[in-house]
């Protein structure tokens, strides 16, 4: 098959860029052609891109991507020049340029869309006169048209029919893969701690993700501060790009007198991120809206123990599988969460044995990216 994805492959962008950088390793080992297809602004980094795929960037038009970020001309006229070279276009998203673009297209292209959780009741209401106003000139209409939907959990597809008024005739469950190989050789324990003078007698609590509100920062830095207050031998790292919550952030740091306890180290990629998650006591994310996190994929992968909200896209088979801690989403859920976790070797223990073969046995990526190459193959309509 010959494959375009499009979305903001950029490292700005979260967790979609490597969902697709994993797929398309598998795609790319079973014969298939992938192109991905990203709009992109000055100053932004691409993701790396899989040996054997081609990575096609397109400015985002001035002016208009001040408000709608992801409008590109240039991506625009790449598709109308070569949709129909391709047998299937994967959308990643909804109300991005990017998803909107194919659907005012050749309509003998096979179309998938993957949700990636922002049909969420909170995700939804977030920046919702703009999604209102697309939804009203083509989202719901583009959406009911593709070939295929796909949704990472079952709660996603309550979000889908109240989104559109019924069910969608092709919708499949597949999650988003970790892989595992990627985190069998971890840095030695220390590096991160040494690189960021991070004493070694101080337990470490991992944040890392976007600094957007929606990942449940509002709840965890009042919790941390309450909690460090009792255990001052605890220290917490917020490692993520800032996506319109740093500045609160700091703001809180300062204001609360937490130089000493809580760290902002920014984006870590490569050696640095898998540094940080094998110092890592504990990981956290009680985010409010994830479609899957590669967070906590990734995380869990690494042998890190969890505290996570339930929101975080696989709430119930980490419930079940005793892989992590969840938490409600209130400062003092959390509290109790740190105190439980941090408090208790034993615990933390088992859970990153849990999380390990909840992983190998369910989300490695070699199982979850044939069945989307499977789904593809269904819905590919065959050439006269």
């Not at 001040?66 to 998203?93: A, N, P, T, W």
Request: proline share 5%; glycine share 6%.
């Amino acid at each position: 098959m010959r494959i375009l994805d499009i979305c903001a492959y950029t490292w700005q962008a979260g967790g979609p860029p490597k969902i697709i950088f994993d797929h398309t390793q598998v795609a790319l080992r079973y014969g298939h052609q992938v192109d991905i297809l990203s709009p992109y602004s000055p100053g932004e980094t691409p993701y790396p891109v899989p040996e054997g795929a081609r990575l096609i960037l397109c400015k985002r038009t001035p002016v208009i991507s001040r408000f709608f970020r992801e409008v590109s001309g240039e991506l625009y006229q790449y598709l109308k020049q070569h949709i129909h070279e391709y047998d299937i276009i994967h959308c990643h998203g909804l109300w991005h340029f990017g998803t909107l673009a194919p659907f005012m297209l050749d309509n003998r292209v096979a179309k998938a869309i993957t949700i990636h959780g922002v049909l969420d009741r909170w995700a939804y209401n977030n920046n919702n006169w703009k999604k209102s106003l697309i939804d009203r000139l083509a989202q719901k209409a583009y959406l009911r048209r593709a070939s295929l939907v796909q949704i990472n959990n079952t709660d996603e597809r309550e979000d889908l029919m109240r989104y559109l008024g019924y069910q969608h005739p092709n919708v499949v469950i597949i999650p988003n893969g970790v892989k595992m190989s990627d985190f069998v050789n971890l840095p030695p324990k220390g590096t991160f701690r040494q690189k960021f003078n991070i004493p070694a007698d101080k337990k470490l609590v991992l944040f890392m993700s976007r600094l957007n509100i929606k990942k449940g920062l509002d709840l965890l830095l009042p919790a941390f501060r309450d909690y460090v207050k009792d255990h001052p031998d605890t220290v917490l790292i917020l490692a993520g790009s800032d996506d319109g919550y740093e500045a609160a952030t700091r703001a809180f740091i300062e204001q609360q007198n937490l130089g000493d306890s809580i760290r902002v180290v920014g984006l870590l990629t490569g050696d640095d991120k898998k540094a940080a998650l094998a110092d890592a006591d504990l990981f956290t994310l009680p985010s409010y809206s994830e479609g899957f996190s590669m967070a906590v994929l990734e995380a869990m992968a690494s042998g890190a123990p969890c505290l996570v909200s339930d929101r975080v896209g696989f709430g119930e088979a980490i419930r079940e599988h005793k892989a992590g801690e969840l938490v409600d989403l209130t400062p003092e859920s959390v509290r109790a969460g740190l105190e439980k976790t941090l408090s208790n070797d034993a615990l933390r223990h088992q859970m990153s044995q849990n999380a390990t073969n909840l992983l190998r046995n369910q989300y490695d990526i070699d199982i979850v990216a044939k069945r989307l190459l499977d789904a593809y193959e269904l819905v590919v309509k065959p050439e006269a």
